[in-house]
């Protein structure tokens, strides 16, 4: 039996938790807030990007202040901190914002969806990208296994810039090594996590068909000294 997710990341007692990359980041920011909530846990999500409205599955609490919020929380469920502020979208606090819910709440987990990939299957950020808050104690970057062998093109968010830190062309087809060298760039994955965090890379939508790709992806990230740990998360079967 696979074990939880919080689990296989280490999860501690008192972590923020920042979500980057693509892939699956909702998933993943999600599945783990259910799953710390059913122990017993205080969890906050939010975003320090957008998020679509429909997202937001969890109770929600329409204010960004740590004394609001604070009120809100409450064992075996975790509560959505958002603001809504365009149509159809929901924004939550800055990155500053998210470090004082942290700090001054009794939240043993703020988990925070850092990052925007337009639904894509892998990236690399833009010069204002990622918005990770200082005091993350973990960072999780997100890949999508299904992203390799395909044209870059077709799954990438902002495909020159995954091509370029790869070092190939955007018409070309990704390679595990190309993913792997996207996700350890210090412009890719990498790019902006605290010196103090952990990091973790989850790598999901892992099928059958899939299953050597990532586990080969797994043995290229474990090599490099600043991952904590690989995460591969299998495709629920229908």
Not at 156 to 179: F, K, M, N, Q, Y
Not at 226 to 234: G, K, S
Request: charged share 20%; net charge negative.
């Amino acid at each position: 039996m696979t074990a939880p997710l919080h689990e296989q990341l280490g999860i501690g007692r008192h972590e923020l938790i920042s979500i980057v990359g693509a892939g699956g980041k909702s998933t993943v920011l999600f599945s783990l807030g259910r799953e710390l909530a059913e122990i017993g846990a205080r969890v906050i999500l939010t975003t320090t990007t957008k998020m679509a409205r429909e997202q937001v599955t969890e109770p929600a609490c329409w204010s960004v202040d740590p004394v609001d919020v604070e009120q809100c929380l409450a064992k075996g469920s975790p509560v959505f901190v958002a603001l809504l502020t365009v149509p159809g979208k929901v924004t939550g606090p800055t990155p500053e914002g998210t470090d004082r819910l942290f700090v001054e709440t009794t939240a043993d987990f703020v988990i925070v969806e850092a990052d925007g990939a337009r639904s894509m299957l892998v990236k690399a950020p833009a010069g204002h990208e990622p918005v990770v808050p200082g005091t993350s104690t973990l960072v999780i970057v997100v890949a999508a296994i299904d992203a390799v062998w395909r044209p870059i093109r077709d799954v990438a968010h902002r495909p020159d810039r995954v091509a370029g830190l790869a070092e190939v062309s955007e018409d070309g087809v990704l390679t595990v090594a190309d993913l792997a060298s996207v996700l350890l760039h210090p412009e890719g994955g990498l790019k902006a996590i605290p010196e103090s965090a952990r990091i973790a890379i989850v790598i999901t939508r892992v099928t059958a068909a899939t299953e050597q790709s990532a586990a080969d992806l797994t043995e290229l990230l474990s090599a490099h000294p600043r991952i904590d740990r690989t995460v591969m998360l299998q495709v629920a079967d229908s």
